[in-house]
């Protein structure tokens, strides 16, 4: 719902923060990490994960998208909720988080608060050769996808697994000459 929030900071503590964004103030949750990178600011951009409870919408915040990746990849595996994620992205940065998962360092992660062994392999069976490597992306930088990734990342955001996604768009003919929205409709078909 939210990709990005740009505002002035009215509060700053190690874990929560208010934004002040054109007359509205945002109560963001924050990890050590993100805290760290924005201690000294007074305005800031912050790219947000919302979290829709049955209690309660959480609005997490993040100092750049490699780490945000990171923690919607983390709340993808069983037993890891939101406030195990930030605590994980609290006490490791996602470069160790990436070297301990690709070494396959179960004894980093078991450091961690709150994760045992069994939630630390778990992680690592389940985010090994997974964990992606975003870069921030520029304010001024505008990116244009071609029309077969603008098709995949509307099927993926459907809910179609990535990879049958994929081959549904190799089985569209003559899928340069469509729109984006004539290659969704056949590659929906092909599915």
Same mark, same amino acid.
């Given at each position: ?43 800031? &951009? ?6 829709? &409870? ?13 780490? &945000? ?119 929906? &078909?092909?599915?």
């Amino acid at each position: 719902m939210f990709a990005y929030l740009e505002g002035d900071l009215a509060y700053k503590s190690p874990s929560l923060l208010h934004m002040h964004v054109n007359g509205v103030g945002y109560e963001l949750n924050i990890t050590l990490q993100t805290y760290s990178h924005i201690q000294d600011k007074v305005r800031c &951009r912050l790219y947000t994960h919302l979290q829709v &409870r049955e209690d309660a919408w959480v609005l997490y915040a993040f100092a750049d998208e490699q780490e &945000r990746a990171t923690f919607r990849q983390l709340l993808g595996i069983n037993g890891v909720g939101a406030a195990t994620a930030r605590i994980i992205l609290s006490s490791l940065s996602t470069e160790e988080l990436s070297r301990a998962i690709a070494t396959e360092d179960s004894r980093t992660l078991e450091k961690v608060k709150g994760i045992g062994t069994k939630t630390a392999q778990r992680i690592i069976l389940e985010l090994k050769g997974k964990l992606l490597a975003v870069k921030n992306v520029d304010t001024q930088t505008v990116t244009h996808n071609t029309i077969p990734e603008d098709a995949l990342n509307a099927l993926v955001n459907l809910g179609i697994n990535k990879a049958m996604a994929e081959q549904a768009i190799k089985k569209v003919n003559n899928s340069a000459s469509l729109t984006v929205e004539e290659l969704i409709k056949q590659a929906l &078909r092909a599915l």
